[in-house]
């Protein structure tokens, strides 16, 4: 599944949608591959409050009795409301299983179908099926429990039969219901999304990844719909985006990665077909359903004229991950979800090697080092993080498995795999890689089979290794969290240590290792790259400067002696030039993350920003932007803020005026990163109340509400100038955006307008638009939660956002579901400023009070906020005073 929030299994490769009117199709790419509700009286239902028992329909895993074969699905959806106003569907479903044990039990998945007809089974061996004696439905474990007379024989084949009733609603799960208005008619597409555990919605199903099947499906519609299935690749949408040509550059795109994945893999595109399609409606980024990839419309529509170039880098990278999945993820399936990781985290490693090959130019993979790396150390480094594989057992009931769809499984997957193709060098990591998706393809895997190949293609390159891949790697994938290295160049000393943001915690889980790994250490003197190395005593260095984990390969932190800070620090100033760009972004995100971690002074990490007034590049840029924001999220509200709004403003003076020099604000720069660098001069200059920058943006959007056919602003820029407009301005200038909004047909826009109007500043505006995103007509459900955290984001907003959660919990968890993949992202962004007791004191109350509801995905979150709070209390009262000095007098 795309990150975004962040699939591959038996029947969640089901992928299905219906459109009344409402898709149309762009041209081929030139790339072809050969290759009403009722109840029936006889299916009792179980009490969900019942005690759990021993019997397994109390159980969340499916007996090992019975394995699928074949599923044969007719599915007939309504896409005009019954009388009572309830969209219904209707289905029959087949399903061929063979006996692998005899039993006198059929447990198969079913969630909030209604079954129409009794259910039937036959025997398919020459011998009468066993006579069903009841049927009870177990709706906490979300079971169809069918009883027999007599047991099912071993080795034998069955088929059963049946007919169903489901609510084709709107809650953007399983099959499901969803609404635009095209021309001022309303359209309604049926369709679909079953990661992770909500095929059971649409049919029953023996929902689980090991249970892979051959699908036949059928879907009955009226002639004048469009109606797409998994099985000439073509792009669908709104039939007014397609006309806009908003497919194109998807299409254009998809062609190039999929060659260069078929090249990777070496394994040719297994279906005959891929289509994608962009969905009004989509909880998820995307969606990997084989042969048919359904996708927000963010991820997949781009239009050149107001699409921006992160517009267009997410597309491409979504589409690469998704087209990654259909060979690792679909093709191979990981056995369990306590092994997501493993498909989720190799695919936001690929994504960038895909999108690479179409766009060779922007040199994306660097990227990964903020968007993955970086990221998700802020998670690892807590106590309450978790390994990136779980035992089976304890990852069981459906919101477990939802909360394995975290940064860790995405994120850090990415990050050890590309740290592991490092060290084993890319030759010999595809080659194991290709022998472990031939010898499982069509089948199911746990990560060691992985290990297993990979060490094949070691030993017969004779690559060198400390230890056995699996030794080196299980270190990695079994235990939480990440050290940092310690390098001393005076004695030439390196330690590892357990890196935790707060030092005081212990980790939630014991470790077999001791929080101990075996470490890839690639470093550098002066400017001559060295080998790597693993973790060995060196010798001293005298007076040179050391730097290691070159281009950020390795997992980990780095920190070193006072005099090799000091060095570094010289360096930077002088002739940061010998520093790859990657590491000057390193530098600056270990610096600050270790002195959170109180190992060295917040001082000396502030002092690594001091390069940046003469720096014009992207990722160290990026980096001090993104770790400065925590001392925003932490003193905005104290004096601390102004002396550092003063010294941000004085920093990115030089890299405003570059730009100015450079474009004049009219001119796209040429170079990728340099149009993101662009945006941030822009952000910050304005953040900080840069004169000329406000001007800018206010005569901008001026223009705009005088002519509100002519939008002046540069699509590259307009999420930073719609947020400092809106924030400058006041209802007028908020009104506005909401009308463009409501009028946007393109969703990139659509995006920056509903972001934008987080940022205004007049409290009674930002209550009202809380208001909005309970009501779907305003806000649509898929961006319900993620505009409350925008408006958390603003200083303002926040404990608006916060009051608005907490009393509205019950109706957001029942409304958008405990399976949500956003609640985590909710709650860590409602609770991201805390930094006091008394707001601590109002989290913990918080989860008090609400228990009886739950949190679903937002479990751990829940414990992680609490964690991350107790560390900001002490951070802030250890630093605040020496950090308001610093600002007042920066050296």
């Known amino acids: 599944m795309g990150k975004g929030f962040y699939i591959s299994k038996t029947v969640g490769i089901v992928g299905i949608v219906l459109a009344a009117g409402a898709l149309a199709t762009i041209t081929a790419l030139p790339v072809v591959y050969s290759q009403e509700k009722s109840k029936n009286n006889e299916v009792k239902s179980t009490d969900p409050t019942m005690a759990p028992s021993n019997e397994p329909w109390d159980q969340w895993r499916l007996p090992q009795t019975l394995s699928p074969k074949i599923y044969n699905i007719t599915l007939w959806p309504r896409l005009q409301p019954d009388p009572t106003g309830l969209y219904i569907f209707t289905g029959l479903s087949s399903v061929v299983f063979r006996c692998v044990e005899k039993t006198n039990l059929i447990l198969i998945h079913s969630n909030k179908l209604n079954m129409t007809k009794h259910p039937t089974l036959i025997g398919l061996g020459g011998k009468p099926a066993p006579t069903i004696e009841s049927i009870v439905m177990h709706t906490k474990t979300q079971y169809m429990a069918i009883h027999l007379k007599e047991e099912l024989t071993a080795g034998e084949s069955y088929e059963l039969y049946t007919e169903f009733l489901g609510e084709l609603s709107d809650d953007l799960g399983g099959f499901y219901r969803s609404e635009y208005y095209e021309n001022g008619i309303k359209k309604v597409v049926a369709t679909t999304q079953m990661q992770a555990t909500d095929a059971r919605k649409a049919f029953p199903c023996f929902d689980e990844p090991a249970m892979k099947a051959v699908f036949h499906i059928t879907l009955n519609h009226d002639p004048a719909t469009v109606a797409l299935s998994n099985g000439v690749i073509r792009i669908f949408a709104r039939q007014e985006a397609i006309n806009a040509g908003q497919g194109e550059y998807a299409l254009s795109v998809t062609g190039p990665i999929l060659k260069f994945f078929e090249k990777y893999y070496n394994v040719p595109y297994p279906l005959p077909k891929s289509d994608q399609i962009a969905l009004p409606d989509f909880n998820a980024g995307a969606m990997e359903n084989w042969g048919l990839i359904t996708y927000r419309e963010t991820a997949l529509l781009y239009d050149e004229e107001i699409s921006s170039n992160e517009n267009k880098e997410r597309i491409i990278t979504v589409i690469s991950h998704e087209l990654a999945h259909q060979w690792f993820g679909n093709l191979v399936t990981v056995r369990w979800w306590n092994d997501l990781w493993l498909n989720e985290g190799f695919a936001t490693y690929v994504e960038y090697l895909g999108a690479d090959e179409a766009e060779p130019d922007w040199n994306i993979k660097d990227l990964i080092v903020l968007n993955d790396v970086h990221k998700v150390f802020a998670i690892d480094a807590l106590a309450s993080s978790h390994p990136l594989s779980s035992k089976e057992e304890e990852i069981q009931r459906p919101e477990q498995i939802t909360e394995m769809f975290d940064t860790i499984s995405y994120s850090k997957g990415a990050s050890v795999l590309r740290m592991l193709s490092t060290f084993l060098t890319e030759k010999v990591f595809t080659q194991g890689l290709q022998t472990y998706l031939d010898h499982f393809k069509f089948n199911n895997t746990v990560y060691t089979d992985l290990w297993e190949h990979l060490q094949k293609a070691v030993d017969s390159s004779g690559t060198t290794l400390p230890k056995t891949v699996q030794e080196i790697m299980g270190r990695w994938i079994l235990q939480m969290g990440f050290p940092?290295?310690?390098?001393?160049?005076?004695?030439?000393?390196?330690?590892?240590?357990?890196?935790?943001?707060?030092p005081e915690t212990e980790p939630d889980r014991p470790s077999e290792f001791n929080?101990?790994?075996?470490?890839?250490?690639?470093?550098?003197?002066?400017?001559?790259?060295?080998?790597?190395?693993?973790?060995?005593?060196?010798?001293?260095?005298?007076?040179?400067?050391?730097?290691?984990?070159?281009?950020?390969?390795?997992?980990?932190?780095?920190?070193?002696?006072?005099?090799?800070?000091?060095?570094?620090?010289?360096?930077?100033?002088?002739?940061?030039?010998?520093?790859?760009?990657?590491?000057?972004?390193?530098?600056?995100?270990?610096?600050?993350?270790?002195?959170?971690?109180?190992?060295?002074?917040?001082?000396?990490?502030?002092?690594?920003?001091?390069?940046?007034?003469?720096?014009?590049?992207?990722?160290?840029?990026?980096?001090?932007?993104?770790?400065?924001?925590?001392?925003?999220?932490?003193?905005?509200?104290?004096?601390?803020?102004?002396?550092?709004?003063?010294?941000?403003?004085?920093q990115v003076k030089n890299l405003f005026d570059y730009f100015t020099r450079l474009t004049n604000w009219e001119d796209v720069p040429p170079g990728h990163t340099d149009q993101y660098n662009q945006v941030n001069a822009l952000t910050v200059a304005c953040s900080t109340g840069l004169e000329a920058c406000m001007t800018l943006v206010k005569t901008w959007f001026q223009q705009w509400m005088e002519n509100p056919n002519v939008n002046p602003i540069k699509a590259n820029l307009r999420s930073a100038v719609y947020c400092s407009a809106i924030a400058a301005g006041g209802e007028k200038e908020w009104n506005f955006a909401w009308e463009m909004f409501e009028k946007a047909t393109v969703a990139s826009e659509k995006d920056k307008l509903r972001a934008a109007m987080a940022c205004a500043t007049e409290p009674w505006l930002l209550n009202r638009y809380l208001k909005y995103t309970l009501d779907p007509e305003k806000i649509r459900k898929q961006d319900a939660t993620s505009t409350i955290i925008s408006i958390a984001s603003n200083v303002v907003g926040q404990p608006l956002a916060w009051d608005f959660v907490r009393a509205n919990w019950e109706y957001i968890f029942n409304q958008y579901g405990g399976g949500s993949f956003?609640?985590?992202?909710?709650?860590?962004?409602?609770?991201?400023?805390?930094?006091?007791?008394?707001?601590?004191?109002?989290?913990?109350?918080?989860?008090?009070?609400?228990?009886?509801?739950?949190?679903?995905?937002?479990?751990?979150?829940?414990?992680?906020?609490?964690?991350?709070?107790?560390?900001n209390i002490k951070w802030v009262e250890k630093n605040q005073k020496a950090v308001l000095e610093w600002f007042k007098n920066p050296s």
């Open 515 to 650: 929080y101990e790994w075996f470490v890839p250490i690639s470093w550098t003197k002066k400017e001559a790259v060295q080998s790597l190395h693993w973790l060995l005593q060196k010798t001293g260095d005298g007076d040179q400067w050391v730097l290691a984990n070159i281009n950020v390969t390795g997992y980990y932190r780095v920190n070193y002696d006072d005099e090799n800070w000091q060095r570094l620090l010289n360096v930077l100033q002088t002739s940061r030039q010998s520093i790859p760009v990657i590491n000057r972004a390193q530098i600056i995100d270990d610096a600050f993350n270790l002195a959170k971690a109180g190992i060295i002074e917040t001082t000396l990490a502030l002092r690594t920003t001091l390069f940046l007034a003469s720096e014009m590049e992207y990722m160290p840029w990026e980096s001090a932007l993104d770790n400065l924001d925590y001392f925003y999220l932490m003193f905005d509200r104290t004096e601390v803020y102004g002396p550092m709004q003063t010294y941000v403003g004085n």
């Open 822 to 871: 956003s609640f985590s992202n909710l709650i860590n962004g409602v609770t991201n400023r805390f930094s006091t007791e008394f707001e601590l004191q109002q989290l913990i109350q918080f989860r008090d009070d609400y228990a009886h509801i739950g949190f679903g995905s937002g479990t751990l979150a829940i414990q992680q906020s609490i964690e991350r709070t107790t560390a």
């Open 484 to 502: 940092v290295v310690t390098i001393n160049t005076a004695t030439g000393q390196i330690t590892q240590e357990h890196f935790l943001l707060d």
